[in-house]
């Protein structure tokens, strides 16, 4: 039951939004995501005794039921989820957002979804979920967003359709070579009946799903919707597409993927590899040129993504959970990022680095929380991503083919182009010629408490990273099995 | 059979009544009223024959067999209808003076729908499908004033009469093989090894003809210009009750009575449904008008439901009954919509959203619901004949192809909700939009939504 409640109080406080005005809805939805939070501590908690699991018949003539469960990976992502919806809530208090009902509305509605995708253990609700989670998304660009919201959400909207669609074809196969009148989309059964089939129907089946996820995380060559749409969303979607929604995509692969086909895995896995390795290296390289800060962190997320499912495909165990730890880490710290973004936006109307300038000077407390989120974001040691991306690299290094080591390096390069890109935006924003921003005024109450939940998360995570860890250390293992 | 002949007295009652009854709003309550009555008497029916004997009663020297699944889709659709009646009451007042017949003629449309559901004879079906298809070509051309709609009339009564020709030759050629018009012996005389030519032909007309009449491509040229012409409030039985029912009559005479012959018309079939999705789906992109886009939408729609004729196995019934309810009650939602609105174009309900947001929000949802996005009744019902038809084998790159498709209407369904939300405009209504209207919305939208979450309710 507690786990219903993750997914019910934001999709009731969501729905009940649309009915209310003014400020109202603002504390609905800080109090609303919360308890969600909290909620999410708990259920987090609860699985170093014992995971919490709900179970519910639902359309029993295709065995389908409402199935959740918490394991290390879903809690920890529902924990992210919970963290980042409720620092976008306090973030954003103090903004004035025209027909505020629907926008935060949505928002819930969205969080709802995420922690769907995240708990359900029964593929057809997770399929459910999947949509649901774009619906609220494609509303809040299309309504909030930026010039050209419309046809760039569009686009986005289309794709990731066209994905989960496949994902759909794939999934009704798989339930089909299940023994006459035993249709069951529980995971365990999902699992059974992948890892029987033979080889070649795993190869093709293999893609029918990979496209969907790929599009989400997203993989080179299926990221073009990225960059525009987080350009031109309003920046709580943006936190939202980019700390969560990218997660679901690298969460389906473990979780959906990687236990299902594992025949169909191994053949294509080095296909995958080498795609992703060519994302990080393309996209740190369109990073370095990027003016508009919103593009460059989108770019970078590219980048970081295309690390983790690279070593998504490797097999390592030490890597898996590296992953699983680096999917809280960048969640935390691309929220961090995109906070500050929407600061910079806000008081100086640009997000162009050739016009800012000097942000140590006029607004201190605002250019220190930039400097040590930019850190975190080129993983130096002492923050969380450090912690996440040395693990990363380890797994690459453990795999044992030579192929791995030129992987592992160009990889690497990777890395240091995203210190080049990331220290360059720190530099023209956050120092240079003071003349070029205008004093305004430095971080208020709610923003400062906002970034203060980010930086400590980055800070304590950096340096004790050991709950994470634990969190996840099972789950990591027994999915590499 | 009480349902059969309820709804013929209630057709001739209710031409009576336009020479009893002046006040065209009294006319329409007692038609309403009598929907209801006849929901009654099917509902009725339904429970007496659950404590019948299996089979089913023989009725008229066993041309029809009354079962559990077409009882239970003959109350369905009558229920589709009466919510079809509360939800247009008011737009066909408006169509032209003969109110009174209107739905006299629904009411006989209703009567051929039953036939359809329960034959068990080729004849029954002949005279199933024509007393299903000439009121349509009355109610086509209903609004006399208007050229379009004359038009259509012509249109449909022209092709129309053709496609009953290749039926009838259809028919003949199968009694020469077979010998019989009954379906059962169909199924015992006709072998797949000693196939006779004539019945081959036959079985190739037959498909021809029951395609047309669900608009399958390429025999749907018809449809887009019989859709856009006859009045609206027409066009929304002609293309969901009435398209629901042609699809049961072509599901039972292919499972039925060609069930075990599949190999020798499956793949014509697959092409047939293959051509319906792409001319519906692509060409429906390019209209500008929302109206002309649901007549495109009826076609590609009308692939899906090939699906369930293709597969021909234990998941038809239930995936044809889930798609025709699912399918009729999002479009008759969309269409009453619709008719609220002076302009069909896609212009025509820019800034809805802000204008009338309740308008608006059941247009989303009937959208979504034909679009296939989950928690409505129509994901479930794509899903349900894609099951079907995965269960089939051998045909899964026409899924794939049909998920593509599925992908392309995306692309025109969501046109109109971006252009009731999220451009700027004034959205010109007919008439301000009553309470009763909204309520009656708000419950089609329910519908659609509980279709999609408990899909077991319509499914017996």
Redesign the interface.
Known sequence: MVLLLLILIPLLTGILSFALKGDGVKTLALISSMATLAVSGYVSGANFTAPLAYNHDW????GTSISLIADGMSSMLCLLTGIVVMVVMIANSNKETPNAGPFYGFMLLAQAGLMGVFLASDALLF??FW??AL?PVY?LC??WGDEK??AVT?KF??YT??GS??M??GL??L??QMPEGHISYAWTDIVATGKSLAPGVQQWLFW?FFIAFAIKMPIFPFHTWQPDAYEQSPTPVTIILSALMVKMGLFAVLRWLLPVLPAGVAYWSDTVIVLSVIGIVYASLIAIVQTDIKRLIAYSSIAHMGLMSAVAFTHSSVGMHGIMVQMFNHGINITGMWLIVSMIENRWGTRDMGKLGGMATSAPQMAIALVIISLANIALPLTNGFVGEFMLFNGLFRADTTGHIVVMVVAGLGVILGAVYTLNMVQKAAYGEVTKMVISKDLSVNEYAGLAIIISLVIFLGVYPKPLLDLTADIASAIVK | MKAIIATTIFGIIMMFTSVMVSNKKSVAAIAVALFAVLLGVNIFELYTWNHAATPGPQLCYGMLTLDHTNLWFNTLMTGCTLLYALLMTKEIQKVGAYVAEYFALIFFILCGLYLLSSFNNLLMLFIGIEILSIPQYILAGSDKRNLKSSEASLKYFLMGSFTTGILLMGITLIYGAARSFNTADLVAILHTDTLNPLALAGIMFLMIALAFKVSAAPMHMWTPDVYDGSPTPFTAYMSTIVKAAAFFAFLRLFKDAFGNLSDHWRLVMAVITAATLLVGNITAVFQQSVKRMLAYSSIAQAGFMLFAILASNSKSWDSIILYGVAYSVATIGMFAVLVKLKDYTYDGFNGLAKKEPLLAFAATIFLFSLAGIPLTGGFMAKYYVLLAVVQQGSLLWLVIFALLMAAVSVYYYFRVIMAMYFKPGEAELNSPVSATDKMLLLVTCLVVILLGVLPQLVLG
């Open positions: 359309i029993p003539a295709i399929y459910v949509e649901l619906i509303f299309s309504s919201r419309i569009f909207f289309i359709f066209l669609l496949m759909l074809a009704i196969f339930v089909m029918l």
